[in-house]
């Protein structure tokens, strides 16, 4: 279904890890903060209702 939906999946990077850990956003869920530093660094939006990616300014779709 991934695939046909010509979708893939993002590896997460050395990179990420630190942009995730010098985040200045208050989110404390580690997860949420690798999803925002992946989208930051690849400049992607989040597919997400949760208003905690629309309030850190990420572009979010949904």
């Not at 979708?7 to 990077?13: A, D, E, H, K, R």
């Not at 690798?34 to 989040?46: D, F, H, I, T, Y």
Request: a negative charge; aromatic letters at 6%.
């Amino acid at each position: 279904m991934i695939e046909r939906a010509r979708l893939g999946f993002l590896p997460l990077t050395a990179g990420h890890a630190l942009v995730a850990g010098l985040l200045e956003e208050e989110h404390r869920d580690p997860f949420d903060r690798m999803l925002l530093a992946q989208c930051r660094v690849e400049g992607l939006p989040l597919v997400t209702r949760d208003p905690v990616f629309v309030e850190a300014g990420l572009p979010v779709l949904w």
